[in-house]
């Protein structure tokens, strides 16, 4: 069993910068893939980014390449996703995730684990 608890989201002006923090707990937090995602309202909850468990895989979506960075420190059992240059339609919850895997994805699906999100609003 793992939970999940986001930090670090705002308000924010466009152009401006958040980073998003996730704490899990479990002895085996090292050995999952860590995720996450985002949902505005009215819309389908989307892949933002993931890492594995060593950190040298990383994925991210098209819509943020560039401009967020995942990362993890399995020491202190921590996610975390630094954005920057944010926009407007980067106002969502987003969603910290945990997959038994040791392969990256971008399917909600493929993800057991989910914290309760943290709201990110960028105004324009």
């Known amino acids: 069993q793992v939970q999940l608890v986001e930090s670090g989201g705002g308000l924010v002006q466009a152009g401006g910068s958040l980073r998003l923090s996730c704490a899990a707990s479990?002895?085996?937090?090292?050995?999952?893939?860590m995720g996450w995602f985002r949902q505005a309202p009215g819309k389908e909850r989307e892949f933002v980014a993931a890492?594995?468990?060593?950190?040298?895989?990383?994925q991210s979506a098209d819509s943020v390449k560039g401009r967020f960075t995942i990362s993890r420190d399995n020491a202190k059992n921590m996610v975390y996703l630094q954005m920057n240059s944010l926009k407007p339609e980067d106002t969502a919850v987003y969603y910290c995730?945990?997959?038994?895997?040791?392969?990256?994805?971008?399917?909600?699906?493929?993800?057991?684990?989910w914290g309760q999100g943290t709201q990110v609003t960028v105004s324009s």
């Open positions: 479990g002895r085996t937090f090292s050995t999952y893939v």
């Open positions: 995730t945990a997959r038994v895997s040791p392969v990256t994805s971008s399917r909600k699906l493929d993800y057991r684990y």
């Open positions: 890492i594995s468990w060593s950190g040298s895989t990383r």
